[in-house]
């Protein structure tokens, strides 16, 4: 079966139904096929891997949008939660989305961060990124999500919300970097982690739960990506 894809210019195309949208970027050019990070498909974010299967819009994202910037904080993001993890794997992540310039990841931890690890934390990152490890997405039921973070409060607290919220037969995503690091997460992500090639972490801070005094205080690390190490110098 054909479907027909509908780019940002108005022109249309015809492809076979579950074509992905990293398949009709090399379909354009092998430079676009580079660069895409994700895509909007009807205007809603979507991996590149994701099988297109009715007619729709897509515009393909690269750092150049927007869109394709939070995807490469949000990636990069994952990366760095993921070095975390492997060298202190005692730590208890709670959230990590990308911001206006980069990203940062609040975790919980006995141990206190400060600047000083930030090398150790840089060459894992780079550890992770030589290794290429695809990004996957995965669904769960909300009891298998609960297993999965079981010793995890504030992704159980997360997980509350959303039962509360759209009931107990609702599915949640996840995903997973190489078959090790696995986090709760809406997406969409890059291919892999090679493509982010540069992070750079700034600061360290200190930052509640939810941005309530009430709750625990927890660490922030913030950080910083570019696909060219010569914007992070600028």
């Given at each position: 079966m054909k479907i027909t894809i509908t780019f940002p210019d108005g022109s249309k195309n015809a492809f076979d139904s579950g074509i992905t949208p990293q398949a009709i970027a090399r379909t354009i050019s092998q430079r676009l096929a580079k660069e895409a990070?994700?895509?909007?498909?009807?205007?809603?974010?979507?991996?590149?891997?994701?099988?297109?299967?009715?007619?729709?819009?897509?515009?393909?994202?690269?750092?150049?949008?927007?869109?394709?910037?939070?995807?490469?904080?949000?990636?990069?993001?994952?990366?760095?939660?993921?070095?975390?993890?492997?060298?202190?794997?005692?730590?208890?992540?709670?959230?990590?989305?990308?911001?206006?310039?980069?990203?940062?990841?609040?975790?919980?931890?006995?141990?206190?961060?400060?600047?000083k690890d930030f090398e150790k934390t840089e060459q894992e990152i780079q550890n992770i990124i030589k290794e290429d490890l695809p990004f996957t997405r995965k669904e769960l039921t909300i009891q298998e999500a609960r297993s999965l973070f079981r010793d995890n409060p504030y992704k159980q607290e997360w997980l509350d919300e959303i039962e509360k919220e759209q009931g107990s037969q609702v599915r949640v995503t996840a995903y997973t970097t190489g078959d090790g690091f696995v986090d709760l997460c809406i997406g969409p992500h890059v291919p892999s982690t090679g493509m982010v090639k540069n992070i750079k972490l700034t600061r360290v801070a200190g930052a509640y739960w939810r941005g309530d005094a009430k709750n625990k205080m927890l660490q922030r690390i913030y950080g910083i990506a570019f696909p060219k190490k010569s914007e992070l110098e600028l």
């Open positions: 990070l994700a895509a909007l498909v009807d205007g809603t974010p979507a991996d590149l891997a994701a099988p297109l299967t009715k007619d729709c819009a897509l515009q393909l994202l690269t750092f150049e949008d927007a869109e394709g910037k939070e995807v490469f904080w949000h990636s990069a993001e994952h990366i760095t939660t993921a070095a975390l993890k492997r060298l202190y794997p005692e730590i208890r992540l709670a959230m990590g989305p990308p911001i206006e310039n980069g990203f940062y990841a609040d975790f919980d931890s006995s141990q206190t961060f400060s600047e």
